[in-house]
């Protein structure tokens, strides 16, 4: 981890504590700490877990992005109920921030990851419903056709997904009620 110096602070995401430190969620974002005017920050990526039941150029280049621009962890492939519920249980466990699961439809290792307690997996197929399932439903997981959805277009849907630092306030009563809250 690199140490640097921020002045203008990090805006969004996630608090923690009543004063940094601070987590944003979004990549390449920082996790720091407090010390005298400016922000003494340690570059931190945040934790993924990936899964996918087959294997083509659309799983390849989800697979690189998430590698190369977050700390994510690979699940092996197996039946996609399975690795569904190894991602979704890692996410409601709290091991990992965010899962992305692809099969060949997308919907049933969303249906499988929405079994889990905690987990709010959403499909999707273009970067909008991506965005606003983060936006609009809080989804902590990511699930794409492996078959249908053309390789720059699954890692758009990436981009967007990651994209959103927090939910929408006014969507938070909603997202409470799917949290059982």
């Known amino acids: ?10 805006g ?6 009543t004063s940094p ?20 920050v ?5 934790r993924v877990i990936f899964g996918a039941d087959d294997t083509n150029e659309c799983v390849t280049a989800v697979s690189d992005y998430l ?3 977050f700390d994510t962890s690979t699940v092996d492939a197996t039946t996609w ?10 996410v409601a466990a709290g091991e990992y921030r965010f899962g992305v699961l692809m099969c060949w439809t997308g919907t049933g290792t969303a249906i499988a990851a929405n079994k889990v307690v ?7 197929w273009e970067p909008w ?9 809080d989804a902590n997981v990511l699930t794409m056709s492996l078959k249908r959805t053309a390789p720059d277009v699954a890692v758009d849907c990436l981009k967007a997904f990651f994209a959103v630092d927090a939910p929408d306030p006014d969507e938070v009563p909603q997202i409470d009620k799917l949290r059982g809250r």
């Open 1 to 10: 981890m690199r140490m640097v110096t921020l002045c203008d602070g990090l």
């Open 12 to 17: 969004g995401g996630e608090r923690v504590g």
């Open 21 to 40: 430190p601070v987590v944003c969620t979004r990549p390449g974002r920082f996790v720091g700490q407090r010390k005298g005017a400016a922000e003494i």
């Open 42 to 46: 340690t570059a931190e990526k945040i």
């Open 67 to 69: 590698h190369a621009n």
């Open 81 to 90: 109920p399975e690795l569904s519920e190894t991602v979704a249980a890692g």
């Open 118 to 124: 905690g987990v709010r997996a959403a499909q999707a």
């Open 129 to 137: 419903i991506a965005r606003n399932a983060r936006l609009w439903n």
